[in-house]
């Protein structure tokens, strides 16, 4: 059975900073034409903004439109058992590159992808939240019908 009492602990918006230092990838929530859109990058934090690298396409377009957007991370602690997540929400803009880019990161974001991944954007944040909670034990999701045979097409 699951706790529904679980506690839930708002980070701080310092805390959020940090956690976000622990990782490199995240999910970048744009508005794109009539809907929103979801996008995995990989991004570095310095001086209280997002950096990311990307090429020309729906991500940076979007991004770099009047709408604002989102930057979703996660992480766990293995020694706490406990997972977070954390959400950046705020305006993007281009770093022109080369010393504006050093000012704001080091070092600066590398990403996955091969290819031309020139543009570097920046997330301004507008607001920073978080949370912390503890990570439930796999068997508490477990029903009768969880050890059962399924069909081939399932």
């Known amino acids: 059975m699951i706790d529904e009492n679980v506690t839930v602990d708002e980070s701080s918006e310092s805390a959020c900073w940090a956690l976000l230092r622990t990782t490199s990838v995240g999910r970048l929530a744009v508005w794109v034409d009539d809907h929103p859109d979801v996008f995995p990058i990989n991004f570095v934090v310095g001086h209280g903004t997002v950096v990311f690298r990307s090429g020309a396409g729906t991500k940076v377009s979007a991004a770099l439109s009047d709408s604002p ?6 992480g766990h602690d293995d020694a706490t058992a406990k997972a977070w997540s954390v959400v950046v929400k705020g305006d993007a803009e281009e770093i022109s590159g080369g010393q504006d880019l050093l000012d704001t990161v080091d070092p600066p974001p590398f990403p996955w992808p091969a290819g031309d991944e020139g543009r570097s954007i920046r ?11 503890p990570i439930a034990d796999p068997g508490s999701w477990l029903t009768p019908l969880s050890g059962l045979t399924r069909a081939s097409t399932e």
């Open 69 to 74: 957007v989102a930057l979703e991370a996660d």
């Open 123 to 133: 997330i301004s944040p507008t607001t920073t939240s978080g949370r912390r909670f």
